[in-house]
């Protein structure tokens, strides 16, 4: 029998920014509040902060840029499991510090005998040192991590990785992939221009939900798609996301823009007896 995942720690450790990694772990994360499954997230990027200042209750800002870099990271693993799922969001140029920690820290062995699996997201992206940072990550961490492959068609095309040896390799680990939809660049400015307005970060859920804060109708629309089609996509993945318990739970369903065009279609049915 397949041992039972208690717990799940989702990581981002590549080491090349500005891939839509932070887009994708805020999707994610709103994926599991409309589950109401309970998170933890780190927030390894005390530059930028994503992920800290849009859910400051819920998550842990850790600095891993100094002298105790080291220090802070450990603070991450030794938390693993006390939530269903836990989130790691890496700032670029961390994963040499990550997997020297978890080595040193035999972190995948204590965490499998914890019954913690760790799933890391890999971003292909048509570059040569960002093609060899992930398969570092791979080697390293082994079938001893669950993968997902993220195509984002909004920073790159993935020629690179298609048909590689190293794509190979994940689908014999059973990796999987999803693609995420992409959000228009002007809705992304809509959002910065509301948290500024405001001078606070604000959610997505809140910036659709909460008309006071007057998002433009054409962003919100176009934010409303995006969550839809994205959780979709990790509605089909759930088992590398959650605990086994919680992933049986999950259905996954078409989005609804798809099934409304297949319902609409239907009815052009044509009687040619």
Known sequence: MKAQIKSRLLATVQSKGNLGKSTECLARIEWLKSLS???QAYDLDDAHRSVFKRYPEQTKLISVSGPESAEQLLRVFRNAGRTPVQIMDARAQATDEILRVMQ???FLSVAADQGIRMTVFVFP????ATMQNLETVVRELGDAVDYVVVRNPAKNS?????GSGLQSI???WHGTEITMPVLFKSTLLQLDELEARHGRGISWAEAIGNSDLKLD???RGDLESFLADI????????GHLLPTNLAAEVQPKKPAAAEAKANFQSRFNFNTE
């Open 158 to 162: 993935t020629r690179m990785f298609d």
């Open 217 to 219: 109708v054409f962003a």
């Open 37 to 39: 499954v309970e998170w």
């Open 125 to 128: 992206y048509d570059d040569l």
């Open 104 to 106: 040193r820290t035999h």
């Open 170 to 172: 994940l689908k014999e």
């Open 231 to 238: 959780h979709g996509e990790y509605d089909s993945i759930a």
